[in-house]
């Protein structure tokens, strides 16, 4: 089956190298996710879940409201992330008001148990045995399917592209965090699910300049605090775009999320806090 958009300028790599700038306008990201009934279809390459709507829409990018429309996990990521695929990869499929989000999300194996974790054991496995062929659909008794379980407060990148598989057309916000999320998917689990769909045929591309959010992302009831990105000005140099990051933000660089918030600061406090302990205790 072939999956391949060749006019599609997305999935891309994503990493530190490619970024174009920091952001603060142009991807303002609020949700809060309702719980949802977890209804799958098994494709040759992918997971496809439904999600139930809530009286509210659960995502606002851009002070547009979205509702999801679907939820896929492929195996292994569409993106890249410093070159590399990682294991999985959910991809959250919004509509709002002629606006189309994407949201992606990379899973990464991991022995330690998380609500992630949990919420694709019980998804694999419930579809390995209630839609044990291609083409099958059913109902999956998901107690905890809930896309808050997914959705990181972290940090993420930003683009604008073309719907990465088919049909492959429109223009989409693609909101992409790394694979330092911590969302984490167990051995057996990941093994399974590879025998249950096929590697997809999705290549990477190039074009769209990528973004980094300078915030980390918040729920709406965690004080209405949301992302908030934006493109360079026109006729900087990408390098000026991405220097200008505070260094009190995480910065993503070989899988890994590195904390620079001002701990040469914080290690002096700590010395000389413990000096004056020290002293008043001769």
């Known amino acids: 089956m ?10 891309i790599d994503i990493s530190k190298q490619n970024v174009a700038g920091s952001c603060t306008s142009k991807c303002d990201l609020l949700y809060n996710y309702n ?3 977890c209804n799958v279809y098994r494709s040759e390459t992918y997971l496809e879940l439904d999600y139930d709507n809530d009286s509210k829409s659960p995502v606002t990018f851009n002070n547009i409201a ?4 679907k939820v896929r996990i492929y195996c292994p990521s569409l993106h890249t992330y410093n070159g590399k695929r990682s294991p999985a990869e959910i991809v959250i499929w ?6 189309n989000l994407l949201i ?5 194996e991991s022995e330690i148990t998380s609500e992630c974790s949990k919420m694709m054991q019980k998804i694999v496995n419930d579809t390995s045995k209630l839609a044990p062929k291609v083409g099958n659909r059913a109902s999956l008794n998901v107690s905890n399917y809930n896309l808050n379980n997914i959705v990181p407060k972290l940090p993420y990148f930003f683009y ?23 969302n984490t998917i167990k051995k057996p689990v990941l093994e399974k699910m590879k025998r249950m769909i096929k590697n997809h045929n999705i290549k990477i591309r190039s074009g769209p300049e990528l973004f980094l959010s300078g915030l ?23 390098k000026e775009g991405f ?27 700590a010395v000389f806090l413990f000096g004056l302990l020290y002293s008043k205790r001769k």
């Not at 604008?160 to 790394?178: D, I, M, S, W």
């Not at 980390?216 to 990408?238: F, L, M, N, T, W």
């Not at 009190?248 to 600061?265: A, F, G, R």
Request: proline share 7%; with cysteine; aromatic share 6%.
């Open 2 to 11: 072939n999956t391949d958009c060749k006019n599609s300028n997305s999935p």
């Open 66 to 69: 979205h509702d999801v429309y």
């Open 243 to 269: 220097a200008n990051i505070s260094d009190n933000q995480l910065i993503l660089e070989n899988n890994n999320i590195q904390l620079t918030q001002h701990m040469i600061p914080i290690g002096i406090g």
């Open 35 to 37: 719980g949802s009934n």
């Open 104 to 108: 992606c999300v990379p899973l990464m």
């Open 160 to 182: 604008e592209g073309n719907l990465p598989f088919p049909p492959c057309k429109g223009n989409y916000n693609l909101v992409t965090f790394h694979t330092s999320t911590f």
């Open 94 to 99: 919004h509509n709002g008001n002629g606006s």
């Open 216 to 238: 980390k992302a918040h729920s709406r009831e965690s004080d209405d605090i949301y992302i908030s990105c934006q493109p360079v000005s026109e006729g900087k140099q990408k």
